[in-house]
């Protein structure tokens, strides 16, 4: 996806389902951050994450999304964002912090040992959708396109999936996060706070998220998720 281009090439890389959930409106405010990004070429040497992989988190179908995890900003460590909110490639070592603590807590709520590996795209095949709240940002600036437009698309995005009425558990971490509720309507959730080192250890160790998920699921009838990453190696 050439950089000259992201204001045609972002609304068209959105899959057909997704345009039909967020409408003209999502496809004018992807069309707009685009046209924005194009207009500063020396900033988008830094972009992150690649923009063939910014829209990634789509390629989950609405009617597949069983889990919504909310995160903020890509990493903005080089090469380490992916397009889906806190994982990392499968070869990328040390892990960012925040990513750390997922993995120490998914241990200890399931029992399961340490994965090797950050890739948490296994989780997006059982319908675990990793949205983060702004879709991009600069390498070694965290927060640099929080102005940029994403906000209202994420929205746009979290509403209609709400308004399908598709059953899903969001598992929101953070303030930032948990500002969603107003928007989710009725829908059990999960929340605690952030997994960065700055607050897991104010309500996000011990909060058990991944069995809390399972058990909502289970409660009305529908298979847990599998969260084991090891089965994907």
Known sequence: MPLTALGELLPAALPARWVHLVGDEGLEILQG????LDRNPSHNALLT????????????????????????????GAGQATGLAFSVGRN?????????????????????PLPSHGDLSGWSRHGVFLLNRHLTTLVGSPGAHRALGWSRFI??????????GHFFVPIL???QAQELVPSLGS????ESSHPSPLSARRGFFGSRPFSRTNQILEER?????????DKDR
């Open 33 to 36: 951050i685009g046209q924005r």
């Open 49 to 76: 994450p690649l923009p063939e992989n910014i829209l990634k988190v789509f390629a989950t179908p609405p009617q597949n999304v069983r889990v919504l995890i909310v995160g903020q900003d890509p990493y903005p």
């Open 92 to 112: 990328v070592h040390p892990f960012p912090p925040s990513l750390r603590n997922i993995r120490t807590e998914y241990s200890a709520d399931l029992g399961l």
């Open 155 to 164: 929205d746009l995005v979290i509403g209609g999936l709400v308004e399908g």
């Open 173 to 175: 971490w953070g303030r």
């Open 187 to 190: 829908l059990p959730r999960v």
């Open 221 to 229: 009838g529908l298979n847990p998720i599998d969260w084991d990453l």
